[in-house]
């Protein structure tokens, strides 16, 4: 990951588990809580593919494990969002821009049922059964539509953000240096085969002709 995107992911996944903590989980709502942590990692997988949006979820669930009042065990909640990202990341648009928000309103309720089922899931594993107490209809339901409430406020601007992270001034200075350095490289030292080198060949080719030509003329003169 490159230094911008490991910034801009940093701040967002802090500031999203800040209001996760300090608002939204306050809300004392009927079921699950928003999980405004999920859909930024969602946001920025859609944006920089499956691989970031692994690591991306990995450090957010880890914060979130590590954060009070986390009442499970350490590495739970990085698992699932470790998961959901790399998954997310997958929807990743090939030219990097969503057509129509149908594909993201699917993948944020997707997402939001598969890391609840996750995480119960894991919780069955280690002996955490609170989501049998709680009902895990209900948590799927009210999660889904909490996540899908909320992210036509979140995701599109946390895509913005990322594209335009992304594609900073400066990297675009770099490769088309690189570009142009590369392009005299290989003009320079010959290293091209091909077009270039025919195109060489027939240039020295006239060279040679014109040559001959000039030097036929002068000879017709002094004659």
Same mark, same amino acid.
Request: proline share 4%.
């Given at each position: 990951?490159?230094?911008? =995107?490991?910034?801009?992911?940093?701040?967002?996944?802090? @500031?999203?588990? @800040?209001?996760?903590?300090?608002?939204?989980? =306050?809300?004392?709502?009927?079921?699950?809580? /928003?999980?405004?942590?999920?859909?930024?990692?969602?946001? %920025?997988?859609?944006?920089?593919?499956?691989?970031?949006?692994?690591? $991306?979820?990995?450090?957010?669930?880890?914060?979130?494990?590590?954060? /009070? /009042?986390?009442?499970?065990?350490?590495?739970?909640?990085?698992?699932?969002?470790?998961?959901?990202?790399?998954?997310?990341?997958?929807? +990743?648009?090939?030219?990097?821009?969503?057509?129509?928000?149908?594909?993201?309103?699917?993948?944020?309720?997707?997402?939001?049922?598969?890391?609840?089922?996750?995480?119960?899931?894991?919780?069955? %594993?280690?002996?955490?059964?609170?989501? =049998?107490?709680?009902?895990?209809?209900? %948590? &799927?339901?009210?999660?889904? &539509?909490?996540? &899908? &409430?909320?992210?036509? #406020?979140?995701?599109? #601007?946390?895509?913005?953000?990322?594209?335009?992270?992304?594609?900073? /001034?400066?990297?675009?200075?770099?490769?088309?240096?690189?570009? @142009?350095?590369?392009?005299?490289?290989?003009?320079?030292?010959? %290293? =091209? $085969?091909?077009?270039?080198?025919?195109?060489?060949?027939?240039?020295?080719?006239?060279?040679?002709?014109?040559?001959?030509?000039? $030097? +036929?003329? +002068?000879?017709? +003169?002094?004659?």
């Amino acid at each position: 990951m490159r230094f911008n =995107r490991m910034l801009l992911s940093a701040t967002l996944v802090v @500031v999203a588990l @800040v209001l996760q903590v300090s608002v939204l989980a =306050r809300l004392q709502l009927p079921g699950a809580v /928003p999980d405004l942590l999920l859909l930024t990692v969602l946001g %920025l997988a859609l944006v920089y593919g499956h691989v970031s949006g692994a690591l $991306i979820g990995f450090g957010a669930g880890l914060l979130a494990d590590l954060a /009070p /009042p986390a009442d499970h065990a350490v590495g739970r909640y990085a698992l699932v969002l470790c998961v959901i990202g790399y998954l997310a990341g997958l929807a +990743k648009p090939e030219n990097g821009r969503l057509m129509s928000a149908v594909g993201p309103m699917f993948v944020v309720v997707g997402s939001a049922i598969g890391s609840t089922l996750l995480y119960a899931g894991v919780g069955a %594993l280690v002996g955490d059964t609170a989501a =049998r107490h709680v009902g895990l209809t209900s %948590l &799927l339901f009210t999660a889904a &539509l909490y996540d &899908l &409430l909320l992210a036509p #406020f979140t995701v599109p #601007f946390i895509m913005a953000l990322a594209r335009r992270a992304d594609n900073d /001034p400066l990297a675009e200075t770099n490769s088309a240096a690189s570009d @142009v350095s590369a392009g005299w490289l290989s003009s320079g030292t010959g %290293l =091209r $085969i091909g077009n270039q080198r025919g195109g060489l060949r027939v240039k020295a080719a006239r060279a040679r002709v014109a040559r001959a030509g000039r $030097i +036929k003329v +002068k000879g017709a +003169k002094r004659l």
